[in-house]
């Protein structure tokens, strides 16, 4: 069965504090690993997939890796607005599409 | 209207109550999904419909009954509801087979069962 942890559960950080957060997992043949951000009272907002150890995304202060056995979210000079909870999901092979076992996710706050 | 709509966004029953929810995908997709969320859990796949057709159903209990009469628009039917039903009920889209293999969330509807 898929397993998804990812940790810290919480994380504070100042405007301009860089930091990662990971997504650590266990799957039967990786077809993609899934990055999403989740603001307060809304759906989950897709961000990068992964589909291979070694790859790397980039959106904006935003980077997100990839190996054999977890990914890396990594926040560049986060701005309060990148206050959000991040959550990781992964799809295996043997999983039907959209078939997505998600991680408890990241709750991130930015203070000015 | 554009991506993915729900309604209600909120909705208070009573157990012995029998209410739905409805979502609708503006996106062209040919699968949609219902998702709950728990305070602190992850998301839990509920049904999955491809095409039309129910292809997934995770053992969830049978006081929740999807429908999805056609491509676009996917319904969750309630009834006898349990407290511990209560939480963030998330539908979505995605092309099979196609694409990232990204989904596409609705805003949700948050249910409270008394």
């Known amino acids: 069965e898929d397993q998804v942890t990812q940790s810290p559960e919480a994380l504070r950080l100042q405007e301009g504090e860089s930091s990662s957060l990971n997504c650590s997992y266990t799957?039967?043949?990786?077809?993609?690993l899934f990055w999403y951000r989740q603001d307060p009272g809304k759906g989950p907002e897709f961000l990068f997939t992964?589909?291979?150890a070694g790859e790397e995304k980039e959106k904006e202060r935003l980077k997100a890796t990839l190996t054999k056995k977890e990914s890396f979210l990594h926040i560049t000079a986060p701005k309060p607005e990148d206050s959000a909870t991040y959550l990781c999901?992964?799809?295996?092979?043997?999983?039907?599409?959209?078939?997505?076992?998600f991680g408890a996710g990241t709750q991130v706050v930015v203070t000015p | 209207e554009t991506g993915v709509t729900q309604t209600p966004r909120h909705l208070v029953m009573g157990m012995t109550n029998k209410k739905s929810l409805k979502c609708e995908q503006h996106?062209?997709?040919?699968?949609m999904y219902w998702y709950k969320q728990s305070a602190k859990k992850p998301l839990e796949l509920m049904f999955v419909y491809s095409l039309e057709e129910r292809v997934e159903n995770n053992s969830v209990p049978s006081r929740f009954s999807p429908e999805c009469p056609n491509s676009s628009h996917l319904f969750l039917h309630l009834h006898t509801l349990q407290p511990e039903d209560s939480a963030l009920y998330l539908c979505a889209s995605s092309q099979e087979r196609s694409g990232d293999g990204e989904l596409f969330f609705g805003e949700g509807s948050r249910l409270t069962v008394l």
């Open positions: 996106l062209g997709h040919n699968a």
């Open positions: 799957v039967s043949g990786l077809r993609g």
């Open positions: 999901a992964v799809q295996g092979s043997a999983d039907s599409w959209g078939k997505l076992q």
């Open positions: 992964l589909y291979s």
